[in-house]
């Protein structure tokens, strides 16, 4: 089993950053591929980014490419997700996500493992 704790999210307004951690527990971290997803009021979950286990192959949405950067720790079994220039539409309950799958996950049905999730909300 894998637990997951996720924090800072909050309210920001647009243009502003965040940055989200992501601590797991419960296996070794370092046999873990992580990402983070997000579900706004009314959608379903989508992929925001994705990172192997030793941190080398990410992949970003579209949608967050150039703007949200995601790293990890394996010392400290972390990983952050730095959101600069945030919009509104970016406004959402950030998960946080574990596979043992080798190549990061992209799609919610992959994941096995997920967070409480943490609020973010952007201000226009």
């Known amino acids: 089993q894998v637990q997951l704790a996720e924090s800072g999210g909050g309210l920001v307004q647009a243009g502003g950053s965040l940055r989200l951690s992501c601590e797991a527990s419960?296996?070794?971290?370092?046999?873990?591929?992580m990402g983070w997803f997000r579900q706004a009021p009314g959608k379903e979950r989508e992929f925001v980014v994705a990172?192997?286990?030793?941190?080398?192959?990410?992949y970003y949405a579209k949608s967050v490419k150039g703007r949200f950067t995601t790293s990890r720790d394996n010392a400290k079994n972390t990983i952050y997700l730095q959101m600069n220039s945030l919009k509104f539409e970016d406004t959402a309950v950030y998960y946080c996500?574990?596979?043992?799958?080798?190549?990061?996950?992209?799609?919610?049905?992959?994941?096995?493992?997920w967070g409480q999730g943490t609020q973010v909300t952007v201000s226009s």
């Open positions: 990172i192997s286990w030793r941190g080398n192959i990410k």
């Open positions: 996500a574990a596979s043992t799958m080798v190549i990061p996950p992209t799609r919610p049905t992959e994941i096995p493992y």
């Open positions: 419960g296996r070794i971290f370092s046999s873990l591929t």
